[in-house]
């Protein structure tokens, strides 16, 4: 059974969670090493074109998770 986008990034950041067991800055290199070899693999799998386009669009998109994720670590818990 494949999931769906939503719920696969939901599995994927649970088990980074778990894994660490919430702690993500003391298992940083392993999490980093991960996530670059999930994006190369992605980007082996990705035509030329549209790799090169994700390629030059990447440090903007993690800028841009960094202080999104920063806003969202800094609301109050309801």
């Known amino acids: 059974m494949m ?6 990034m ?7 969670l778990r894994g660490c067991d919430v ?15 999930m994006m190369a693999d992605v980007l082996r799998e990705t035509d ?3 790799r090169e ?7 903007a998109e993690l800028r841009d998770s960094v202080a999104h994720l920063d806003q969202l670590l800094k609301r109050p818990l309801q």
């Open 23 to 37: 702690d993500v800055k003391a298992r940083k290199s392993a999490i980093w090493n991960a996530c670059l070899a």
């Open 48 to 50: 030329p074109f549209n």
């Open 53 to 59: 386009r994700l390629l030059r669009g990447i440090e």
């Open 10 to 16: 939901e599995a994927i950041f649970e088990t980074v």
């Open 3 to 8: 999931l769906s986008e939503p719920d696969l």
